[in-house]
């Protein structure tokens, strides 16, 4: 009886997936994340124009880039972007927004999965998180915007809760977008004492490049560096993290930079030293480290689900309401019109900042080493 509960509980949150994914497609929610769905980001544009032979970051040193990229897909990503998406490269724009929303519905699914057996949900705390999850405002505009977000967000979880191949393959997945790389790879070191993903995944890049720099006799150099400059031009500010916050200071971008991974892998020491260990703990630091060092935008936010989950699994009733009420608050208090005129003030990103400090601090405390 139980079972069959259970599987009418997976096959109504399908089903609910389906249709509100439909919706948002259809822009039935367009005056509720105030945007349409014009799969804006989707990473197409340089993989057709790589079959086309046309060398995206050549363009972009000669200024005429935009000319060539459809909407915001710039190729701000790692190189090994432009391959993975080579898969849907001979498509029309159309059918790849066709194979972006079916890929998205699928690893929906799957991350159903990931949770009934990989931690202790019950079946219908599960279907609730996630019915919860995927009315959310970040998530509608993930799905909306076909960012790549979505492919780090379900990489994560692969990286933590599997091993081996899947893990690497997350892991791999989780250093094509920059942003979300960092953190993940001094925890990797640290837990595994072993830079062997590290390495395999540096290889790995580096082949991309050399294979684009030998394509298209270009400079290796260039081409390495090229994802980082494209992206410091072409990528919004953030709406909460230090990086924004920061601004331009210090002037120096590296300077700046190695500030930031200071600030976010000494963060990750002191916690891991002092607290006890359990996966879904592990996942929720990193996602709150990456959100609060790192540049982030608005859909970024769905990465407060492991959050969630651990103060469904781990936490008593004050913590409890505490972190439910702020997740509810950046799914779906943070944006709306009121707050759409200031969004990106200081003094507003500064007090969500502390909000997410709170989460930090709530997770943190209540998963301290006893003395």
Not at 122 to 144: A, G, T
Not at 245 to 268: A, E, T
Not at 348 to 355: A, G, K, Q
Request: aromatic letters at 22%; glycine letters at 2%; proline letters at 2%.
């Amino acid at each position: 009886m139980k079972k069959i509960k259970n599987n009418i509980l997976f096959v109504f949150y399908i089903f609910l997936l389906i249709y509100t994914n439909v919706l948002i497609i259809n822009d039935t929610f367009f005056n509720y994340i105030y945007r349409s769905a014009n799969f804006s980001d989707l990473q197409w544009s340089p993989s057709v124009l790589f079959l086309e032979n046309i060398d995206v970051y050549k363009s972009f040193f000669e200024n005429n880039l935009r000319d060539l990229i459809h909407e915001s897909g710039f190729p701000n990503y790692s190189t090994s972007s432009i391959y993975i998406h080579l898969i849907i490269s001979k498509m029309s724009f159309e059918n790849a927004n066709k194979f972006w929303f079916i890929l998205f519905t699928f690893l929906m699914i799957i991350l159903y999965k990931i949770l009934k057996k990989k931690t202790e949900l019950k079946d219908i705390e599960v279907f609730l998180i996630l019915s919860f999850f995927i009315f959310s405002k970040p998530y509608m505009i993930l799905l909306s915007s076909a960012q790549f977000s979505l492919i780090s967000f379900f990489s994560f979880f692969l990286y933590f809760f599997y091993k081996n191949k899947k893990k690497f393959i997350g892991f791999f997945l989780i250093s094509v977008k920059y942003s979300f790389f960092p953190i993940i790879l001094f925890y990797d070191i640290i837990k595994h004492k072993s830079i062997k993903f590290t390495l395999y995944t540096l290889i790995l890049s580096l082949i991309f490049v050399l294979h684009y720099s030998f394509y298209f006799e270009s400079s290796f150099f260039n081409n390495l560096i090229a994802p980082l400059l494209i992206a410091k031009e072409t990528t919004a500010s953030g709406v909460l993290d230090l990086q924004t916050l920061m601004g331009n200071h210090p002037k120096n971008d590296f300077i700046r930079y190695i500030i930031l991974i200071f600030i976010g892998v000494s963060g990750l020491l002191i916690i891991l030293n002092y607290t006890k260990r359990n996966t879904i703990f592990d996942l929720s630091i990193c996602s709150l480290l990456t959100l609060l060092i790192f540049k982030h935008l608005y859909y970024d936010f769905v990465f407060l689900l492991p959050v969630l989950i651990y103060a469904t699994l781990h936490t008593k009733k004050i913590a409890k309401y505490i972190i439910f009420l702020i997740v509810f608050y950046f799914w779906f208090i943070y944006l709306n019109n009121f707050t759409l005129s200031f969004l990106y003030s200081k003094i507003f990103m500064l007090v969500n900042f502390i909000f997410i400090n709170i989460l930090l601090g709530i997770v943190v405390i209540t998963n301290l080493k006893k003395i």
